[in-house]
């Protein structure tokens, strides 16, 4: 695999990523309406932090306070 193809992957993990985080966000205006942009963004950031169904993270190793 050369450095392009490498840098194409990654760039495309981190565009679905984005993606993912923008549907969230649109979910959550919709059931939420009334809600402050700054609220849907606690939302956002707190789903980032416990995310159903991976309560420890995606895989074995250290737990990250990078977003926190």
């Known amino acids: 695999m050369s450095d392009t193809d490498a840098a194409r992957r990654i760039r495309a993990v981190f565009d679905m990523y984005e993606f993912g985080e923008q549907m969230y966000r649109a979910k959550l205006r919709r ?4 809600s402050p942009p700054d609220e849907i963004e606690s939302l956002v950031k707190q ?4 995310r159903p169904g991976a309560p420890m993270g995606d895989a074995v190793g250290r737990l990250t ?4």
Do not use: I, S
């Open 31 to 34: 059931e939420y309406p009334q």
């Open 47 to 50: 789903w980032r932090m416990d």
């Open 65 to 68: 306070t990078r977003f926190g």
